[in-house]
């Protein structure tokens, strides 16, 4: 029997990979429905994107695949960080500091429940 899963993936979101890693540790391998709970009440940044990535795969796996929307679970979701974005800030005595907005690539997977 073959595997068949649901990937999306989301490119250049200006939200630090660190930041993303600690939400998306909290709804990996979990169902859709209770993962998208702990989206809508976790009070963090990421959390916004990432409803609309899961969304987004359930979407997909029910369009493109016929899976069961009940039956979906997040079997796998990871972040790489992508490009930085290096920015200057001027300080005392006419030095500069560099400061590097992160940006992040997210991947997120689901797969039916057997």
Do not use: W
Request: glycine letters at 6%.
């Amino acid at each position: 029997m073959e595997i068949r899963e649901a990937r999306s993936y989301l490119k250049f979101v200006r939200i630090s990979p660190r930041k993303v890693k600690i939400v998306l540790d909290l709804i990996r391998g979990k169902d859709v429905q209770t993962a998208r709970g702990i989206l809508k009440t976790t009070p963090k940044a990421a959390c916004e994107v990432l409803i609309k990535l899961l969304d987004r795969a359930c979407a997909d796996a029910d369009n493109n695949f016929g899976m069961d929307k009940s039956k979906l679970y997040v079997s796998e979701c990871f972040v790489t960080p992508g490009m930085t974005l290096k920015r200057i800030m001027p300080r005392g005595k006419g030095s500069a500091d560099r400061i590097l907005k992160r940006t992040s690539h997210i991947t997120l997977a689901v797969r039916e429940k057997e």
